[in-house]
């Protein structure tokens, strides 16, 4: 009788224990499905927000899908201070700004690969389709399409203007003046990005602060597979108000930047350089119209992309006293983690491989309040980490300097 009771009392406790388990597995279950569909739900929502209906859409034959949206229903307008924005085009006097040169050896036959495909009606503006997939890939919803802010090893470093601990640049730097425009020729390549969340540049920074903490329009091309999907060069353009931590982004994946062109920002562009080969360059410039405050961006020296308003900046809607030319490559193992990310800067050669091999900028000018395009009177090479990535400011007697930057990253023994 005590052995069937023992049974019996053994038997009950199974099941209570079966039961359970059964329960848990299924509120697991459950709020793993609530979580599930709350995380689409919001994915929905998102792609929402930022796919705006279009008028045509455009299949680029690199597997971009481009929406023609009516120029007044773009991303721009969600944002708060453009609630009763009046769209502004680049000014005649801006456009006309120029001085680019093409020299022996380098072209400037830039084009964006989505163009072969077709083109957008007048009074729409081409605009690269964010999918599902671009949003699973960020670290979070809200972060989508954003610079990661800078870190820093300790909380001193940052008031000591020590470098970030996630970017490493090479850069020509000019400071001091109340510059209101910037631009370069930006020597076209493909470089390599080693690790998931690594991104590489090669861009015009103007800044209204050389700190820590910043304002900044940017614009170049980049290699950032995180963002886009693949490992194409891309036209870009981004703007913060706040180094980075909560406003800004890239292209049009936030409201602020007001696009006007036949453009697409984010998109793939082309022919690229190649080693002791042929050489494509794009003219890129960043210029502040005095009377609105507005920052118009403009390629290959008259054709108008769009502006960041003066609603949206702080400071900057009066003028820069900053402005960086170079690269960056942004990654958690830079600095003094070991092992270094391998991730490439320009071309992935060092600067002093010079021409043909190296990434160059060409042409490089400033704009005061002259309103005359100049090379800017003092400039200082600056590279972060010297043995992962150099600068280099060609500068012989009677040729203008040309600036030259880049590197493979980790580069034993030097770059562990």
Same mark, same amino acid.
Request: aromatic share 12%; proline share 6%.
């Given at each position: 009788?005590?052995?069937?009771?023992?049974?019996?009392?053994?038997?009950?406790?199974?099941?209570?224990?079966?039961?359970?388990?059964?329960?848990?597995?299924?509120?697991?279950?459950?709020?793993?499905?609530?979580?599930?569909?709350?995380?689409?739900?919001?994915?929905?929502?998102?792609?929402?927000?930022?796919?705006?209906?279009?008028?045509?859409?455009?299949?680029?034959?690199?597997?971009?899908?481009?929406?023609?949206?009516?120029?007044?229903?773009?991303?721009?307008?969600?944002?708060?201070?453009?609630?009763?924005?009046?769209?502004?085009?680049?000014?005649?006097?801006?456009?006309?700004?120029?001085?680019?040169?093409?020299?022996?050896?380098?072209?400037?036959?830039?084009?964006?690969?989505?163009?072969?495909?077709?083109?957008?009606?007048?009074?729409?503006?081409?605009?690269?389709?964010?999918?599902?997939?671009?949003?699973?890939?960020?670290?979070?919803?809200?972060?989508?399409?954003?610079?990661?802010?800078?870190?820093?090893?300790?909380?001193?470093?940052?008031?000591?203007?020590?470098?970030?601990?996630?970017?490493?640049?090479?850069?020509?730097?000019?400071?001091?003046?109340?510059?209101?425009?910037?631009?370069?020729?930006?020597?076209?390549?493909?470089?390599?990005?080693?690790?998931?969340?690594?991104?590489? *540049?090669? !861009?015009?920074? %103007?800044?209204?602060?050389? /700190? =820590?903490?910043?304002?900044?329009?940017?614009?170049?091309?980049?290699? $950032?597979?995180?963002?886009?999907?693949?490992?194409?060069?891309?036209?870009?353009?981004?703007?913060?108000?706040?180094?980075?931590?909560?406003?800004?982004?890239?292209?049009?994946?936030?409201?602020?930047?007001?696009? *006007?062109? !036949?453009?697409? %920002?984010?998109?793939?562009? /082309? =022919?690229?350089?190649?080693?002791?080969?042929?050489?494509?360059?794009? $003219?890129?410039?960043?210029?502040?119209?005095?009377?609105?405050?507005?920052?118009?961006?403009?390629?290959?020296?008259?054709?108008?992309?769009?502006?960041?308003?003066?609603?949206?900046?702080?400071?900057?809607?009066?003028?820069?006293?900053?402005?960086?030319?170079?690269?960056?490559?942004?990654?958690?193992?830079?600095?003094?983690?070991?092992?270094?990310?391998?991730?490439?800067?320009?071309?992935?050669?060092?600067?002093?491989?010079?021409?043909?091999?190296?990434?160059?900028?060409?042409?490089?000018?400033?704009?005061?309040?002259?309103?005359?395009?100049?090379?800017?009177?003092?400039?200082?090479?600056?590279?972060?980490?010297?043995?992962?990535?150099?600068?280099?400011?060609?500068?012989?007697?009677?040729?203008?300097?040309?600036?030259?930057?880049?590197?493979?990253?980790?580069?034993?023994?030097?770059?562990?």
């Amino acid at each position: 009788m005590e052995r069937r009771h023992e049974t019996e009392m053994w038997k009950r406790k199974g099941t209570v224990l079966f039961l359970w388990v059964f329960f848990a597995v299924c509120m697991r279950l459950n709020v793993e499905a609530k979580s599930s569909s709350t995380l689409e739900t919001q994915i929905e929502a998102k792609l929402k927000q930022l796919n705006k209906p279009a008028v045509k859409t455009i299949k680029s034959e690199d597997g971009d899908i481009i929406d023609c949206v009516n120029i007044y229903d773009q991303p721009a307008f969600d944002h708060p201070a453009l609630k009763n924005h009046t769209i502004k085009m680049m000014p005649n006097y801006l456009l006309e700004l120029k001085k680019s040169s093409t020299e022996e050896g380098l072209k400037s036959e830039i084009f964006q690969t989505w163009q072969k495909s077709g083109s957008c009606p007048k009074g729409t503006i081409p605009i690269r389709r964010i999918v599902r997939e671009d949003l699973l890939r960020a670290a979070s919803l809200d972060n989508f399409g954003r610079k990661p802010p800078h870190q820093y090893e300790n909380s001193t470093d940052q008031a000591n203007g020590y470098v970030p601990e996630n970017r490493s640049s090479a850069y020509l730097l000019t400071v001091g003046y109340n510059y209101i425009g910037a631009q370069a020729d930006i020597n076209l390549w493909n470089p390599k990005v080693a690790q998931t969340n690594d991104f590489t *540049t090669a !861009q015009i920074w %103007l800044k209204n602060n050389n /700190g =820590p903490y910043f304002e900044s329009v940017e614009s170049g091309w980049t290699v $950032n597979p995180k963002l886009y999907g693949d490992g194409a060069t891309r036209f870009f353009a981004y703007w913060t108000r706040d180094s980075y931590r909560s406003t800004g982004c890239f292209d049009l994946t936030c409201s602020g930047f007001v696009q *006007t062109g !036949q453009v697409v %920002l984010g998109g793939t562009i /082309g =022919p690229i350089s190649s080693f002791y080969g042929q050489q494509y360059d794009i $003219n890129v410039g960043m210029f502040l119209e005095p009377n609105s405050g507005n920052w118009y961006l403009k390629l290959k020296n008259n054709i108008a992309i769009g502006y960041w308003p003066a609603e949206i900046m702080g400071s900057l809607r009066h003028s820069a006293i900053a402005v960086q030319w170079g690269g960056q490559v942004s990654s958690m193992n830079v600095g003094k983690k070991t092992p270094h990310t391998s991730t490439q800067m320009g071309s992935g050669e060092f600067a002093n491989g010079r021409f043909q091999q190296s990434c160059f900028m060409r042409n490089i000018r400033i704009v005061d309040y002259s309103l005359q395009l100049k090379y800017p009177r003092d400039v200082t090479p600056m590279t972060q980490e010297p043995f992962c990535y150099t600068a280099v400011n060609d500068a012989r007697p009677g040729i203008e300097p040309e600036f030259y930057f880049g590197g493979p990253g980790r580069d034993l023994p030097h770059c562990p």
